[in-house]
């Protein structure tokens, strides 16, 4: 079994769901290497997740935005946690509801995605800065 693992900055993004998979795939060339294996991109924050979604339709991202803002809304007077700003424990929620991690197969050196999905990088934050992340393959 071989192992690759790379690590990359997506620079600073406004609030929202980007999809990140071109991104991805620049910034960990060694993927093409793999004939049948397993991706994991891993997000190394905890006010920012990674999801795995709908990769034509941008007003589907722009619903994610919508629904996460209406469960977990800012300025809840029963949070503790908000001497960063009034996004950032809403932020932290919505980041453990995502997770922060995605695994994706990978058949002969390609992310095996269907046809319709894409990595979604979810940032929470309304500044919340450069966001770094690690992609591990493992396989043949």
Known sequence: MNIYQQAFTIPAK?????????????AAPGIKD???GMCQVFIQHTSASLTINEN???TVRRDFETFFNK????????????????????????????GSSVLIPITNGQ???????GIYLCEHRNFGGNRDLVVTCWGA
Request: without cysteine.
């Open 56 to 58: 034509a339709d941008p």
């Open 14 to 26: 406004r609030r929202g769901f980007h999809l990140i998979t071109t991104e991805v795939l620049r």
């Open 71 to 98: 469960a977990i809304p800012e300025n809840d007077p029963d949070y503790i946690h908000n001497s960063e700003g009034p996004d950032d424990m809403p932020a932290h929620l919505k980041a453990s509801l995502l």
């Open 34 to 36: 793999f004939h049948t």
């Open 111 to 117: 992310l095996t995605l269907g046809i319709w999905q």
